[in-house]
Nanobody, 124 residues
Framework: QVQLEESGGGLVQAGGSLRLSCAASGGAFGSRAMGWFRQAPGKEREFVASISWRGGSTVYANSVKGRFTISRDNAKSTLYLQMNSLKPGDTAVYYC?????????????????WGQGTQVTVSS
């Protein structure tokens, strides 16, 4: 049974930084792409960033490009999202997800396992 557990969310002022982590268990972490999505109140869940199975390829939503960095440590079965220059518009629940293949994808259909999410709140 694959399990994904996010951590690192919290309340931060605009301009601040947070680092999210996602600990994976249940196998196959190192052989699948991983991704981060987020859902703000009253909005649909949206793509944030994704990374290929070995970490050599990354994709970002335009809204976070240049501010967020996705990375992974396959030896620790852990996914990260470094978030800098945070804005109030980044406020959302952030979800970690495991892909169906090795390439980073931007749509939900490319992912099959999801964590419970971690809340990120950015105050102005």
């Amino acid at each position: 049974q694959v399990q994904l557990e996010e951590s690192g969310g919290g309340l931060v002022q605009a301009g601040g930084s947070l680092r999210l982590s996602c600990a994976a268990s249940g196998g196959a972490f190192g052989s699948r792409a991983m991704g981060w999505f987020r859902q703000a109140p009253g909005k649909e869940r949206e793509f944030v960033a994704s990374i290929s199975w070995r970490g050599g390829s990354t994709v970002y939503a335009n809204s976070v490009k240049g501010r967020f960095t996705i990375s992974r440590d396959n030896a620790k079965s852990t996914l990260y999202l470094q978030m800098n220059s945070l804005k109030p518009g980044d406020t959302a629940v952030y979800y970690c997800t495991r892909g169906t293949g090795v390439a980073p994808l931007t749509f939900e259909g490319g992912y099959v396992y999801w964590g419970q999410g971690t809340q990120v709140t950015v105050s102005s």
